[in-house]
């Protein structure tokens, strides 16, 4: 059963009460750890997690993204591309890499670092899976490959080069190593707005284009959710490499829509649209229409992934309303300027037009 906004709305008043979702209990020894990066999306995240639980925290970073944030926290500024001065000779628990992208940035701060660091957590993606992938795939799926092995091009290659990210770490800490690959990452904070398309789209209300027939599954996972579970696998000293997506179980577009709809609290009406007409249109899944990917054969594996290693670890996911709701706060909480700036998604005139054209045809 869904949530009505009150219910919502006292549900995330609760939250906010008890500090969050509710939090394991904090290690029998707390550990130092040292984030590559940290002020970021998922960096905070990772940091407040590791906080609550009685860590000691530094991060390392350039200094330029959001110096401000953290003034309690030890910060160490360098370039991870060959400044790193600031790392030698220091000792900590574990790592957790946020910011790898490039094997041999990734394999620099591994080499450096695996004499006196116990734990190397590297944060990848979903998108080291070749494609197409099967539909069901679990760690063991095949992994992408760069046409041109020696390039670094991040926006070619962004999968391809995180895969060999991993082989640097797991080289540089065998056996030490933690590789996680989320999905997408979502909730309050996302500077990319795949995910917050949807939620602030309702906020306008009124007739909202819905892509395709609104059974296609859709993954994703909270911020929040990621990195305390993150935190806990530093806590417990868990190896390996997992899949970090949710929700528990299959979440059908329609359902995700309906509980952003009901996050926004606005009267809204949905036009299912379909997807050969929509591509015929040049309106692209995931970029066009956030979040969403056709139920395909060259596609349909990347929405159907499993998590059963890491949900055996812990991993945990809170409900889908809370997320929806959360994100529908920080949006509203934002300046004018940057909520007239969408990231992702269509604009307001592109979908009357398509709606319109679609109604017409």
């Known amino acids: 059963m869904s949530l009505s906004r ?9 939250l ?3 500090g969050g979702a509710p939090r394991m209990t904090a290690p029998a020894k707390p550990k130092t750890i040292l984030i590559l990066g940290g002020t970021g999306f998922l960096g905070p995240q990772l940091v407040e ?13 350039r200094g330029k993204t959001r110096p401000h944030l953290f ?47 116990g734990h190397y957590l590297f944060i990848s993606t979903i998108s080291v899976y070749a494609d197409p992938l099967p539909l069901g795939s679990d760690e063991g799926a095949p992994l992408a490959k760069a046409d041109d092995p020696t390039s670094e091009d991040v926006k070619r290659y962004y999968g391809a080069l995180k ?9 540089a800490f065998p056996g030490r190593a933690t590789k996680i690959r989320p999905g997408l990452i979502v909730g309050p904070g996302d500077p990319t707005d795949r ?7 309702l906020l306008r209300g ?5 892509p395709g027939d609104g059974k ?20 417990g000293g868990t190896v390996g490499t997992y899949n970090a997506v949710g929700p528990e179980g299959e979440l059908q577009m329609s359902t995700f829509l309906d509980a952003c709809k009901t996050a926004a609290g606005k009267e809204a009406s949905f036009t299912w649209v379909d997807a050969k007409w929509l591509e015929a249109e040049k309106v692209a899944p995931w970029s066009d229409m956030p979040v969403w990917v056709p139920s395909e054969p060259d596609s349909v594996g990347f929405t159907h992934i499993r998590a059963d290693r890491a949900k055996a670890k812990g991993l945990r996911f809170r409900p889908l309303g809370e997320t929806c709701l959360a994100t529908v706060e920080w949006w509203q909480s934002l300046p004018e300027e940057r909520r007239g700036e969408m990231r992702a998604g269509i604009s307001a005139e592109r979908e009357a037009e398509l709606l319109a054209k679609w109604k017409a045809r």
């Open 71 to 117: 003034p309690e926290i030890e910060k160490l500024h360098g370039d991870r591309d060959g400044h790193l001065e600031a790392l030698v000779g220091r000792k900590w628990d574990a790592v957790v890499d946020t910011s790898g992208f490039v094997p041999r940035i990734a394999r620099m701060s591994a080499e450096l670092l695996a004499p006196n660091v």
């Open 195 to 201: 995910f917050t398309y949807w939620p602030a789209r």
């Open 49 to 61: 997690a590791a906080k609550a639980r009685g860590h000691t925290l530094t991060l390392f970073n």
């Open 6 to 14: 009150r219910e919502l709305l006292e549900y995330s008043a609760l």
């Open 16 to 18: 906010a009460a008890c």
């Open 206 to 210: 009124g007739e909202v284009l819905a």
């Open 163 to 171: 895969a060999l990210c991993e082989e640097e770490v797991e080289k």
């Open 216 to 235: 296609d599954a859709v993954q994703f996972i909270d911020v929040r959710d990621l990195a305390e579970w993150v935190i806990a696998c530093v806590d």
